[in-house]
């Protein structure tokens, strides 16, 4: 029922878009797993980018690049989209995707850990990014966070995705579940970032994500 309704929303609201269509199909002979957003929440990223006029965007675990796709498509120029993706592999179908959906010129790919590339995009003393979406190894959840809100400025839109894991969040021991708790105890404690938990259910069965927005008030 979840994936019918999703696929009857996406039938009226979610336009034919032949390059993403492709990003799912080279992703998936390239072997990569099928953990990449849906169309549903891939046209929400990319409403977010539009509605706050985002021209940088950042992103924590690119994939085949297909959630990459979906938010370059609204950035407005000049404009950046910065993507850590730990794996080459990964990294390179994702260079690939993003080339052919004709995005290219925005999106830079930097492989490696992310805290690390996190950490050396800092140094860098970037303009602030706008939008930030964290979607990799969930148990750096508040790692990222954390440089999300450096890498922002106040008004900066921060999505973490999978944040509830069919529920596992509650009690599950594992390190994303543990990791996903310690972001919470972050975005608690702290007067810097204001945020809210949306539960999902959908083509990727029942998830969450975060939605955070870097405030004006001081670091506490
Ligand atoms: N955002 C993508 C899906 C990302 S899946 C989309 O929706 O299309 C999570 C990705 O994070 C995987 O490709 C995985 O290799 C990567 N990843 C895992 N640990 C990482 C780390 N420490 N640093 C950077 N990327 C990491
Ligand atoms: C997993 C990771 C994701 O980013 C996702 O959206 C779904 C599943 C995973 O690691 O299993
Ligand atoms: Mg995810």
Not at 31 to 40: E, Y
Not at 63 to 89: C, K, N, Q, Y
Not at 95 to 100: C, E, F, G, L, P
Not at 121 to 136: G, R
């Amino acid at each position: 029922m979840w994936k019918t309704v999703d696929d009857y929303f996406s039938g009226a609201l979610i336009a034919a878009d032949s390059a993403l269509a492709q990003v799912e199909r080279v992703s998936e002979a390239a072997g990569l797993p099928a953990i990449s957003v849906s169309a549903p929440q891939g046209k929400l990223l990319q409403l977010l980018v539009r509605c706050v006029r985002a021209h940088r965007v950042l992103e924590v675990g690119t994939l085949g690049g297909h959630s990459a796709v979906w938010m370059a498509r609204a950035i407005r120029r000049p404009g950046r989209l910065v993507t850590f993706e730990l794996d080459p592999r990964h990294a390179e179908v994702a260079r690939a995707n993003v080339d052919h959906a004709g995005v290219g010129d925005l999106v830079d790919i930097r492989v490696g850990p992310a805290a690390h590339g996190l950490r050396a995009l800092l140094d860098e003393k970037p303009e602030p990014f706008d939008v930030v979406f964290i979607d990799a190894d969930k148990a750096s959840n508040s790692v990222y966070l954390d440089y999300a809100v450096r890498l922002g400025r106040p008004g900066t839109v921060i999505v973490v995705d999978n944040v509830v894991r069919g529920g596992r969040v509650l009690t599950a021991t594992d390190e994303g579940s543990e990791g996903v708790r310690r972001l919470v105890d972050m975005l608690a404690n702290r007067a810097d970032v204001d945020s809210v938990a949306i539960q999902t259910v959908g083509s990727r069965g029942y998830d969450g994500f975060i939605l955070a927005v870097v405030t004006d008030d001081v670091r506490c």
